[in-house]
């Protein structure tokens, strides 16, 4: 059966979630401070394993080789310092070193970009950009003409920096949680240890498939937003899921989420196999309970010192780019994602841990069986 594109199903109405980007101008009259507020954050943030831009507009006739004393100070306290000129072009110092992005793209264009490789994007000064914004008031100021994109107003306090970290980290931690969570099952292996295909097997409590089982424990979770990946057949009360098409240049499990983020770039993708029947609630649960600002994947290990289990896994959208990384690398392996810094691997709790279990001969079958007529 081939499968089907996402965008030619018509059995499928799917609005793609718009998804709220973690992207926050800082505003205030000149000489209130901005940068050496922004400097001042940044550590806090830094510490907390948070990934910072800072999007800057320059003035054309300033070197990007030579950046003014308040580009520097940003870049000096950890920033990777991104300068835009009117034109959309962009210049910025990252790590030392000058990159260019496509000129003529527009602020938004660049900050949906920025957004897939940073925790948080910050644009200086800039009133008129198309973001919300908190505004640093001086004394006596009236408010700004336009409030519509201001979230909050801050007085000038000696804890005004405190305070404006504090409503940093609660709005990132929102927009987190906020963020769509959809799962990808896999159903394209061979299954040539088992003999038939494996997401087509049944549990013998519920005499349902273990795709459908699996779907069954997801949809409490994050209701229909459940795409399949490969070619297998499906059972005919899972027909009106989305069907993702291979990536035809990637094997294995790594088309399936290569698929997924490139079907849907900002959303939080739960990857899982379909050959584990012992899957439960309590592990998904607890496997999207390890979101949170900083961490852009969670791939745990069923021992301290054992293997990561990358199939039953959350990606969050900022390993895109990962992925498509380790593709060009001409590697299929996806659990060497583990191995990125951003990346968690926590241990499974041990009550959970069978959750992780696959099963690949009919052999192996045979004993869970036993083991589940028991439970």
Not at 17 to 31: A, E, Q
Not at 55 to 64: F, I
Not at 116 to 136: F, M, N, S, T
Not at 245 to 273: C, F, H, K, N, Y
């Amino acid at each position: 059966m081939k499968p089907q594109s996402p965008q030619k199903n018509k059995q499928q109405s799917l609005v793609l979630p718009s998804t709220k980007l973690p992207v926050l101008g800082i505003c205030g009259p000149k000489g209130e401070g901005l940068t050496a507020l922004i400097a001042t954050l940044l550590p806090e943030l830094l510490k907390r394993g948070l990934q910072i831009a800072v999007v800057q507009h320059r003035d054309h006739n300033r070197l990007v080789e030579q950046p003014d004393q308040d580009s520097d100070c940003l870049y000096q306290a950890g920033a990777d310092l991104f300068l835009l000129d009117g034109s959309g072009s962009q210049e910025c110092f990252l790590h030392g070193a000058r990159r260019h992005s496509i000129a003529g793209a527009g602020l938004s264009y660049e900050l949906r970009r920025l957004s897939r490789h940073y925790d948080l994007v910050l644009v200086a000064g800039d009133e008129q950009a198309p973001v919300p914004k908190i505004w640093l008031l001086a004394d006596a100021e009236s408010l700004p003409a336009d409030t519509a994109t201001v979230l909050r107003f801050f007085p000038p306090d000696e804890t005004r920096s405190k305070q404006v970290l504090a409503f940093l980290l609660s709005w990132l931690q929102q927009l987190w949680a906020e963020t769509p969570v959809w799962a990808c099952v896999l159903i394209g292996g061979l299954s040539s240890r088992m003999g038939r295909p494996k997401h087509l097997l049944e549990k013998i409590t519920t005499g349902t498939t273990w795709l459908e089982n699996t779907v069954n424990l997801l949809q409490p979770l994050i209701g229909d937003h459940i795409a399949l990946s490969g070619p297998g057949i499906v059972p005919d009360s899972l027909a009106h899921l989305p069907r993702l098409p291979d990536v035809p240049e990637a094997r294995g499990p790594l088309t399936g989420i290569l698929a997924a983020m490139r079907w849907q770039p900002t959303v939080s993708w739960l990857l899982i196999a379909c050959d584990m029947p012992h899957i439960n609630t309590e592990a998904l649960a607890w496997l999207l309970d390890q979101r949170r600002p900083g961490c852009w994947g969670t791939v745990p290990r069923l021992q301290e010192d054992g293997y990561v289990e990358p199939l039953l896994a959350h990606y969050d959208y900022r390993c895109g780019p990962l992925f498509e990384q380790l593709l060009a690398s001409g590697s299929l392996r996806i659990g060497q994602i583990a191995g990125q810094p951003k990346i968690e691997v926590p241990l499974i709790p041990r009550q959970l841990r069978s959750s992780w279990h696959n099963i690949n001969t009919p052999q192996e079958l045979a004993v869970s069986r036993q083991a589940e007529q028991l439970e």
